[in-house]
């Protein structure tokens, strides 16, 4: 690793060059990306209300369907960050289960290169990587 390489620099070392995407390609890639954002978020906020609700009801089913719903949607946050989906598991944390996915970094979904948190587009393809 190069202590003196910008932070957006790949992290492996002597990267392949990789050719560019397609705007096919990237467009495919998106459209995958906002699939994977909307799901997480149609699973996480009902999981984390249902959570919610079942503590403050002492309701064990209501909060262990939370819990399951939240799961599912860090499951899928993990993959549209590029990693695998077993990664869901850190959900049981609840909130910093969420904060410990953001701030891991991202695979890129084309061709599997590794980037900072931070990073919009992969360095080595251009193909978008996930929020």
Not at 78 to 104: E, N, P
Not at 118 to 123: A, G, T, V
């Amino acid at each position: 690793m190069n202590p003196y390489a910008p932070p957006t620099a790949s992290t492996e070392p002597h990267a392949a060059a990789v050719e560019p995407i397609s705007p096919e390609r990237r467009l495919e890639i998106q459209k995958k990306l906002s699939r994977f954002s909307r799901l997480s978020f149609l699973f996480g906020v009902p999981g984390f209300l249902l959570q919610s609700a079942g503590r403050a009801m002492d309701s064990a089913p209501l909060s262990l369907l939370g819990v399951v719903l939240f799961i599912l949607a860090l499951v899928v946050y993990a993959k549209m960050r590029g990693r695998s989906g077993a990664w869901g598991i850190v959900g049981l944390a609840t909130c910093i289960g969420l904060a410990l996915l953001y701030f891991l970094p991202k695979h890129c979904l084309n061709c599997e290169a590794k980037h900072s948190y931070r990073s919009k587009d992969c360095n080595r393809c251009g193909a978008p990587l996930g929020s």
